[in-house]
């Protein structure tokens, strides 16, 4: 094989590792938020109310539809990113750093997929919320009042959170898997993925809820501008309401990121297995 020959085939190698990780990566995302999105509206609604205000229990899937046509592109970025930027970064590596490669990509992936995510998560809490009755309406009145940086309200804060949990959920996720494949000597079966992905965000999402309820009080505020930043959000709310605020609703975050890194790795798993049987040379 020629050198031009061997260069074509790298590259389409390359385009197959992106496209599948699109396609899985939607396909993962699109199923996980659909099975979770009440817990999610529940650990919002917590977040976001002050001192012992009564949590409203009716409208769990208020703004699911929109909140999916923002959910699906960033998932499918997220991987579409991810794999590639780690396949890349673990030959660049030593071995030794492999950790380092697998949380490098987590954060690139998390960066460039943030320029659909943050709106996508302003408009789903603000429904959630019951402030709009849906994703058209809010996206409007936000734009009319608040500007297109209203669309990206909290997004420093929502870095602050979504950069170290994607870097650290996927370097454990990966760390667990190649840890449970030494360990059983085999190629693992759908539930143990599954089983592996739930202990990955479990771990993770607990150790990220104070800064989850920053985001959630930065992008809940509009134009009222109760606090000035992230900072001035940790220092109000554990100077108003107590540092323990900052883990509100940390037991419905851990049992929906848990349950959403089963879902979401199961399903994500399953669908490259899938498409690598269909191109057996383009594995992922």
Same mark, same amino acid.
């Given at each position: +094989?020629?050198?031009?020959?061997?260069?074509?085939?790298?590259?389409? %190698? =390359?385009?197959?590792?992106?496209?599948?990780?699109?396609? @899985?990566?939607?396909?993962?995302?699109?199923?996980? &938020?659909?099975?979770?999105?009440?817990? &999610?509206?529940?650990?919002?609604?917590?977040?976001? @109310?002050?001192?012992?205000?009564?949590?409203?229990? /009716?409208?769990?899937?208020? *703004?699911?539809?929109?909140?999916?046509?923002?959910?699906?592109?960033?998932?499918?970025?997220?991987?579409?990113?991810?794999?590639?930027?780690?396949?890349?970064?673990?030959?660049?590596?030593?071995?030794? #750093?492999?950790?380092?490669?697998?949380?490098?990509? *987590?954060?690139?992936?998390?960066?460039?997929?943030?320029?659909?995510? $943050?709106?996508?998560?302003?408009?789903?809490?603000?429904?959630?919320?019951?402030?709009?009755?849906?994703?058209?309406?809010? $996206?409007?009145?936000?734009?009319? /009042?608040?500007?297109?940086?209203?669309?990206?309200?909290?997004?420093?804060?929502?870095?602050?959170?979504?950069?170290?949990? &994607?870097?650290?959920?996927?370097?454990?996720?990966?760390? #667990?898997? +190649?840890?449970?494949?030494?360990?059983?000597?085999?190629?693992? =079966?759908?539930?143990?993925?599954?089983?592996?992905?739930?202990?990955?965000?479990?771990?993770?999402?607990?150790?990220?809820?104070?800064?989850?309820?920053? =985001?959630?009080?930065? +992008?809940?505020?509009?134009?009222?501008?109760?606090?000035?930043?992230?900072?001035? %959000?940790?220092?109000?709310?554990?100077?108003?309401?107590?540092?323990?605020?900052?883990? =509100?609703?940390?037991?419905?975050?851990?049992?929906?990121?848990?349950?959403?890194?089963?879902?979401?790795?199961?399903?994500?798993? /399953?669908?490259?297995?899938?498409?690598?049987?269909?191109?057996?040379?383009?594995?992922?």
């Amino acid at each position: +094989m020629d050198f031009a020959s061997l260069t074509a085939k790298e590259d389409s %190698c =390359k385009f197959s590792v992106f496209y599948n990780g699109l396609i @899985a990566g939607g396909i993962a995302g699109a199923v996980a &938020d659909t099975a979770l999105y009440p817990v &999610d509206t529940i650990r919002t609604r917590m977040q976001a @109310a002050h001192g012992g205000r009564k949590i409203m229990l /009716k409208g769990l899937y208020s *703004g699911l539809t929109g909140n999916l046509v923002g959910s699906i592109p960033a998932s499918a970025i997220f991987i579409g990113v991810y794999e590639p930027v780690k396949q890349k970064l673990l030959k660049a590596f030593p071995e030794n #750093l492999n950790a380092l490669a697998q949380l490098t990509a *987590g954060a690139v992936a998390g960066l460039v997929s943030s320029l659909v995510r $943050v709106p996508t998560e302003l408009v789903k809490q603000r429904i959630q919320t019951r402030q709009f009755t849906s994703a058209l309406v809010a $996206v409007r009145v936000i734009a009319t /009042k608040e500007g297109l940086k209203g669309l990206y309200a909290g997004y420093g804060a929502l870095l602050l959170r979504d950069l170290p949990f &994607d870097a650290i959920q996927f370097c454990i996720y990966e760390q #667990l898997l +190649m840890g449970y494949k030494l360990a059983v000597q085999r190629d693992l =079966k759908d539930p143990e993925f599954a089983l592996v992905g739930a202990s990955a965000g479990a771990i993770t999402a607990a150790l990220t809820t104070p800064l989850d309820v920053v =985001k959630t009080r930065l +992008m809940l505020q509009g134009s009222s501008k109760q606090y000035n930043g992230v900072f001035d %959000c940790f220092r109000t709310i554990v100077k108003e309401e107590g540092a323990h605020a900052l883990l =509100k609703g940390i037991v419905p975050r851990v049992l929906w990121i848990g349950s959403g890194g089963s879902i979401f790795f199961g399903v994500l798993e /399953k669908t490259k297995q899938i498409l690598a049987q269909r191109s057996p040379e383009q594995i992922l």
